[in-house]
C-alpha cells in the first residue's frame, strides 16, 4: 500500500538529543496483543544524518524490512504507524531503560505492546527450499486500464490448446493484493490454482494502491470496483484463447457486491460466485459484525453496549453526510470511558492524557471520513440483487462473524426470487469462518493461528457448480 512518507529533519541536535537518540538505536524485539489476538514483531530503529528511521518486521505476515512511514523518538516517547487493511495502526509507547512499553490503536481496537531492545536482529528459521514443480497451467503477469486507473494482475489459463471459460475473482473491503493474502493465506490463489487445474481460466488483480496499481483503496467506492470488475471483462473479452461468453465474476465479502454491481451493468457477466455477501446496507452490516466480534472475544456487555451507540451515531452522519468533526464530543466521551478502563500498567506507560486522547479521536474520524466509508455505510445490495437473473452460488461460513448468514442469507434469496432467478444455489459451511477456514470461534482474532487451507470440500464445491455451470 502505497503511504505519505514523512521525514523529520532537525537542523541541530544537542548533546542530550544524541544520547537520547542513542538510547532508542538498535534492534527491539516483543509482541502485541489486542483482544485475543497475539503477535510477535521486531522494530530496528536507525539514524540517517538528520533522522531517525524505523523498520518493522512481522514474521507471521511476512512483512520484512517495511519502513515505517511515521516514526519519531522524544523524550523517551516513541510512535509510529503501520497502515493496514483496517485501517492505520498507532503505536505510543514509553521507554524505559531497556524496554519499550506503551499502546497501539487500530479501527477503534485497542491493544498493548511490549518491546525488549536485543543485541542483533532475530534471525528467521531455516526452512529447507524445495524446489517448485512446473506449473501445470500457463501464468502471465498482465495490466489492463480502467479509466486512469493502471490495475496489474495474474492471468492464469490452461496450457492445453483450445478456447477457456473465465471466472474474474474479487477483493473483500481494504486494500488487498491479488491473492487476497490474508495472515499468509493467499485466498485467491488457492483458488485460481484449482480452478485453472480444471479447465477454467482466471483473472485476479491489485486493488487499487496495492502492488503494481495505481489509485487509492480507501478514496473510492464499491461503484469504482465495480467499474474496474468492467474492465478486467473487457480485458479477457480481447484474449484470444477466452471464451467470451462464459466469463463470471467470483467475489468475497465486499466483493460480492462488486460482482453483483457489475453483472447489473454487463451483458457478459454469465455467472456469478458470491462468497460471504452482505444482504444489508453496510451500516447494519459494521454494527451486526462489531456487536459479534466484541461478544466472542468476551468484551463486556456494557463496553459492547457503548461500542454500537457510538457507531450507529458514526453510521447515521456517514449516511447523512455530515462531518465527523460534528459529532467529536461523542467520540471523545467513548475514548474517555476507553481510557478509564484500561489497566493500570497501560495507563501509567501514557504520559500525557490529553495529548492521547485527542490522538485517539483524531484517528477515529480519520479511520470513517473517506469516500469508501461513506459508499459502504449507506450501500443495500439488495435492490441490485432484485435485477440478477444470471446462474448465482452462494456460500456462507457458519461461524462468520464478519458476514453471519444469521443476518444476509435469507435476504439475499428473497431478492433472487423476486428477480425471477431460476437459478441459484446457497450452501452454509459448517464450523467455518468469514475466510472459509475450519474455526473455534469464527473471531478474526484467529486467522494467524489457523492453519492456511481451505475446509473440505469448499473448493470442489466452487469448481463443480461452476464447470456445471459452463456446460
Known amino acids: 500500500m502505497k503511504t505519505l512518507l514523512k521525514t523529520f529533519f532537525f537542523s541541530i541536535l544537542s548533546l542530550s538529543q544524541i544520547n537520547a537518540q542513542k538510547e532508542i538505536l538498535g534492534y527491539w524485539s516483543g509482541n502485541l496483543k489486542m483482544l485475543s489476538m497475539e503477535l510477535n514483531f521486531q522494530i530496528k530503529v536507525s539514524k540517517t544524518n538528520k533522522s531517525l528511521e524505523g523498520f518493522i518486521n512481522i514474521p507471521s505476515q511476512k512483512v520484512s524490512e517495511y519502513k515505517l512511514p511515521v516514526f ?12 493496514g487493511s483496517a485501517g492505520v495502526a498507532k503505536f505510543d509507547g514509553k521507554l524505559k531503560a531497556d524496554s519499550i512499553k506503551g499502546t497501539l490503536l487500530q479501527a477503534g481496537i485497542k491493544g498493548i505492546f511490549n518491546l525488549v531492545k536485543i543485541d542483533q536482529p532475530v534471525k528467521e528459521e531455516k526452512v529447507e527450499i524445495q524446489k517448485k514443480e512446473p506449473l501445470p497451467y500457463s501464468e502471465e503477469d498482465i495490466a489492463f486500464k480502467s479509466g486512469r486507473i493502471l490495475l496489474a494482475g495474474t492471468l492464469t489459463t490452461p496450457k492445453t490448446e483450445g478456447i477457456y471459460p473465465a471466472v474474474i475473482l474479487l477483493t473483500g473491503n481494504g486494500p488487498q ?19 485453472t487445474k480444471n479447465g477454467v481460466a ?40 477466452i471464451d467470451k461468453t462464459k466469463i463470471g465474476l467470483l467475489g468475497h465479502s465486499e466483493g460480492s457486491q462488486i460482482a453483483e454491481l457489475a453483472a447489473v451493468n454487463s451483458k457478459d457477466v454469465s455467472f456469478i460466485v458470491l462468497l460471504s455477501g452482505n444482504g444489508v446496507d453496510g451500516g447494519k452490516a459494521l454494527i451486526e459484525q462489531q456487536k459479534l466480534i466484541l461478544k466472542v472475544n468476551g468484551v ?28 467529536r464530543k461523542d467520540i471523545r466521551a467513548f475514548a474517555e470511558k476507553d481510557f478509564a478502563g484500561l489497566n493500570k500498567e497501560v495507563r501509567n506507560s501514557i504520559q500525557n492524557k490529553e495529548t492521547y486522547l485527542n490522538s485517539n479521536v483524531q484517528s477515529q474520524i480519520q479511520i470513517f471520513n473517506n469516500p469508501w466509508f461513506r459508499y459502504y455505510v449507506k450501500y443495500d445490495p439488495i435492490p441490485t440483487l432484485e435485477r440478477i437473473k444470471i446462474p448465482v452460488l452462494m456460500l456462507f461460513g457458519e461461524l462468520d462473524l464478519q458476514f453471519p448468514p444469521s443476518l444476509n442469507k435469507q435476504r439475499m434469496e428473497e431478492a ?30 484467529e486467522y494467524s493461528e489457523l492453519k492456511k487451507e481451505f475446509a473440505p470440500g469448499f473448493l470442489e464445491t466452487i469448481g463443480n457448480w461452476v464447470l456445471n455451470v459452463i456446460k
Do not use: C, W
Request: glycine share 6%; no cysteine; charged share 25%.
Open 72 to 83: 519519531t523518538y522524544k523524550k523517551n516517547q516513541i510512535h509510529f504507524e503501520l497502515p
Open 177 to 195: 493484493d491479488r491473492d487476497e493474502d490474508v495472515f499468509g493465506f493467499k485466498i485467491f490463489q488457492i483458488i485460481a490454482d484449482y480452478l
Open 202 to 241: 482466471v483473472l485476479r488483480y491489485d486493488d487499487r494502491g496495492v502492488g503494481g496499481s495505481t489509485g487509492n483503496t480507501m478514496q473510492s467506492t464499491t461503484e469504482d470496483f465495480s467499474n474496474d470488475a468492467l474492465a478486467a471483462i473487457e480485458f479477457l473479452k480481447k484474449q484470444k484463447n
Open 300 to 327: 463486556a456487555d456494557s463496553l459492547i453496549t457503548q461500542n454500537l451507540e457510538l457507531q450507529n451515531k458514526i453510521n447515521y452522519a456517514l449516511s447523512n453526510d455530515i462531518d465527523l468533526n460534528d459529532i
Open 416 to 445: 433472487l426470487v423476486k428477480a425471477g432467478n431460476k437459478n441459484f444455489k446457497s450452501i452454509v459451511f459448517p464450523k467455518v469462518n468469514h475466510l472459509y477456514q475450519e474455526a473455534k470461534i469464527g473471531s478474526p482474532s
